[in-house]
C-alpha cells in the first residue's frame, strides 16, 4: 500500500527530471560553442602578428613614411595579438553559437515563431557583421585621417599597439552593435510594443538619442560620434520601413480573412 506522500514524491520527479534533461543539454550546446571557439583561435594563432597586421593597416596607411606602432609594456607584443585572435574567434564563430542557442530554445517555439526568429537571426549576425566591416572600411580611414593630419607639426604620432587595440575593438562593438537597430525597430513594433505611427513622432527624440548613444560608445570627438549617430539613424529609419511593409501585410490579410 503506498503512502500519501509517495504521490507527491514522484509528482516531484517527473517534474525535475525535464529541468535536469534542459540542464544537461544547455551544457552540452555551451561545451560546443567554447570548442568551436578554441578550435577556431587554435587554427588562427599562428597568423595573430598578420591579424595585427590587418587591423592596424588603417592607421599606418595615415602614418608618415617611415612610422611605426610602439609597444609600452613589456607583454603588449605578445598580449595585444593574443587578445585580438581570440575575439575575432569569437566574432567568426557567432552563427555557430547562434545556432547552438537555437537548437536549444527551437522546440518551445511555436511553427509560426520560428519561421519569424530564423530570418531575424540570420540578418542580426549579417547586420553585426556589416556594422564591423562599415567600421574598418569607412569610419577608420576618416577617423585615422582627421587625428594624424590636426597634430602639432612637431610632434611624432606613435601609438601603443594595446592603446589602438582597445580604441578599434571599442569601435568594431559599437558599431556592430548599431547595426542591429532595425532589428530591435522591427521587432519592437512586431510585439505591439508601440506602433509606426509613435515612432515617426519621436524622430526628433530619436535623433538626440543617437548622439549621446554615439558619445557614449565612442571616442570623445564630434566626428566618431557624428559616424556613429547618423548611420544609427539611418537604420531606424530601415525598422522603420520594414514596420509599416509588415503592418500593410497583416492589414491585407485581415481584410482576405474578412
Not at 118 to 132: E, H, N, T
Not at 141 to 168: C, H, K, R
Request: hydrophobic share 55%; aromatic share 12%.
Amino acid at each position: 500500500m503506498s503512502k500519501p506522500g509517495d504521490s507527491d514524491k514522484a509528482r516531484e520527479e517527473q517534474t525535475q527530471a525535464p529541468l535536469i534533461e534542459h540542464l544537461i543539454e544547455l551544457r552540452s550546446r555551451l561545451i560546443k560553442a567554447v570548442v568551436v571557439i578554441v578550435v577556431i583561435f587554435l587554427a588562427l594563432y599562428a597568423f595573430a602578428n598578420d591579424l595585427y597586421t590587418f587591423v592596424a593597416d588603417p592607421l599606418m596607411a595615415m602614418l608618415p613614411p617611415g612610422s611605426q606602432m610602439i609597444a609600452t609594456e613589456v607583454a603588449s607584443p605578445f598580449l595585444a595579438p593574443f587578445k585580438l585572435t581570440l575575439v575575432v574567434a569569437v566574432f567568426l564563430a557567432i552563427p555557430f553559437v547562434l545556432h547552438q542557442a537555437w537548437a536549444f530554445i527551437a522546440p518551445g517555439l511555436y511553427d509560426n515563431e520560428k519561421a519569424l526568429a530564423i530570418p531575424i537571426l540570420v540578418s542580426s549576425v549579417a547586420l553585426f557583421y556589416a556594422g564591423a566591416a562599415f567600421a574598418y572600411y569607412v569610419v577608420f580611414p576618416l577617423l585615422f585621417e582627421f587625428f594624424t593630419q590636426t597634430g602639432p607639426a612637431n610632434v611624432a604620432v606613435m601609438t601603443d599597439i594595446n592603446q589602438y587595440l582597445n580604441f578599434v575593438l571599442k569601435l568594431f562593438f559599437a558599431f556592430g552593435v548599431a547595426f542591429e537597430i532595425p532589428i530591435a525597430t522591427f521587432l519592437l513594433i512586431l510585439s505591439g510594443a508601440t506602433t509606426v505611427e509613435s515612432l515617426s513622432q519621436k524622430r526628433p527624440y530619436i535623433i538626440l538619442g543617437c548622439f549621446v548613444i554615439g558619445m557614449l560608445l565612442t571616442p570623445p570627438d564630434v566626428i566618431s560620434q557624428s559616424l556613429l549617430a547618423i548611420p544609427m539613424y539611418l537604420l531606424y529609419e530601415v525598422g522603420l520601413l520594414f514596420g509599416r511593409l509588415v503592418r500593410r501585410r497583416r492589414q491585407a490579410a485581415e481584410d482576405a480573412t474578412d
